[in-house]
């Protein structure tokens, strides 16, 4: 299954690359297993459970296609083995963190699929502006924050009303529903510059990152394995979150970008777009918003400079009402029909891994990075969380529950007669340390290629 959704994936892509059937070419079953998200899914006192739909697979695939399309100054690395596995990525946090399966809580805790009156829905509470936000909506100022409460007082509410006022709010939300019958998109591509000749794409590509946590950055830092050079950009108001959790998870992904630090006043967004300029191609993943309201529209600045790709990343795409809604990585699974999905197979309320729909996210969009910078860019692509998931979901999914149940039934016992439903995630090594926050600002462009 890896080969062919690598196949998929190009040909979405508009790529005609001859792949051939090769060791990541694993069972289903087995990728999920051995990636270690079989041991992150199911009850905590219950036995790990198997996915029906190969995501762990997709990964392996979005990988290889990446390897396919790789500029050929790095063939002989990736012979060697430089870009990591796809389905191993998915367990990499969960692994450095020491993260175990929960139910219907997300390993790292901050989401819980809930019981509403009507349905379950799935809420991430993971920042302390999110916990200020609940009294609002749940509309009872005397509610505790707790999940016990949260938990109560959801139980008498219909899930749409109370989806729709937790985006009003930007809380990430959503209901848990069965994924959608046909495959969608995992992305689309708008045109708003002209293309850069061959010889405006000589050199190693030039990749300003605004993103933070992780979809963004592994996007980077695949492309950063790949020859390119990553300038990191942080606010220094609000620095990427995952600063503040475990140092060997963002060393993973950080190491060897450049830092620099802006303070979002006029004088920033000058430097700022300074880099946008400097730029090849640029990776975000806030809501078109919040950028905009600073004075960086993604369409203007492709105009501007020939060639640029930019790659927005967000909950559920750039159109409105979605451009406006929140998601992490475990609630878009849940949108995207993730844990509907588990239900239909075991009955019990239960998230899929750990925040998966970033990495998976963060390998689709290095790859249409490089599809696009080697065409000639000049082009947004947006890539939204839950679309991705979806159509890793869709993928040679059967029709109907009974061949669905037969192929969970099948895959499970696999898994289990290897003896792999107990495997835990790992992750690699970091190579160094990520820079401090801001150690280049003062250099910026200053031994790689002069100014922009």
């Not at 990525?89 to 509403?116: D, H, Y």
């Not at 998109?185 to 190693?204: K, L, V």
């Amino acid at each position: 299954m890896a080969t062919g959704y690598a196949r998929a994936l190009l040909e979405s892509l508009g790529a005609t690359v001859d792949i051939s059937p090769g060791p990541d070419d694993t069972h289903p079953s087995i990728a999920w297993a051995r990636s270690g998200l079989m041991s992150l899914t199911g009850p905590a006192d219950g036995p790990a459970q198997m996915c029906p739909v190969p995501l762990a697979s997709c990964a392996d695939g979005a990988i290889k296609a990446l390897s396919c399309i790789a500029p050929a100054s790095h063939v002989d690395a990736l012979r060697a083995g430089a870009l990591p596995v796809g389905s191993a990525l998915l367990g990499e946090r969960a692994a450095i963190a020491g993260l175990r399966r929960n139910g219907a809580t997300s390993p790292g805790g901050g989401c819980r699929l809930l019981q509403a009156s009507d349905g379950w829905l799935a809420v991430s509470l993971a920042r302390e502006a999110d916990w200020a936000n609940v009294p609002a909506w749940l509309e009872d100022e005397r509610i505790g924050c707790t999940w016990e409460a949260v938990i109560a007082a959801v139980a008498l509410h219909r899930t749409a009303a109370l989806v729709e006022r937790a985006r009003l709010l930007g809380l990430a939300a959503c209901v848990s529903a069965s994924p959608a019958a046909t495959r969608g998109s995992w992305y689309t591509a708008t045109r708003h510059g002209p293309p850069a000749s061959p010889a405006e794409r000589r050199g190693p590509m030039r990749v300003v990152d605004l993103s933070s946590l992780w979809a963004g950055p592994l996007c980077s830092h695949l492309l950063q394995i790949l020859g390119a050079r990553i300038v990191k950009v942080e606010s220094r108001a609000r620095p990427d979150g995952a600063r503040g959790g475990p140092a060997e998870f963002y060393d993973l992904l950080n190491c060897g970008k450049r830092s620099i630090a802006l303070d979002f006043n006029k004088p920033g967004i000058a430097r700022l777009h300074e880099l946008i300029d400097w730029a090849d191609v640029v990776i975000e993943a806030s809501r078109p918003r919040g950028l905009r309201q600073l004075g960086v529209n993604a369409e203007d600045c492709i105009a501007r400079r020939s060639g640029l790709t930019w790659i927005s990343i967000t909950g559920y795409g750039r159109d409105e009402p979605e451009c406006h809604w929140t998601a992490f990585g475990d609630d878009a699974g849940i949108a995207a029909g993730l844990s509907a999905l588990m239900h239909e197979m075991t009955k019990l309320p239960l998230i899929c891994g750990d925040a998966i729909a970033d990495p998976l996210t963060g390998m689709h969009a290095a790859l249409a990075a490089l599809a696009s910078h080697q065409d000639g860019g000049g082009r947004l692509l947006s890539l939204p969380l839950r679309d991705v998931v979806a159509h890793c979901a869709a993928y040679s999914k059967p029709a109907g529950q009974a061949a669905l149940r037969e192929r969970w039934e099948s895959w499970t016992k696999a898994a289990r007669a290897h003896g792999l439903d107990a495997t835990p995630p790992a992750a690699r090594r970091a190579a160094c340390r990520a820079r401090d926050l801001g150690a280049d600002t003062d250099l910026m462009f200053a031994g790689w290629d002069g100014s922009c």
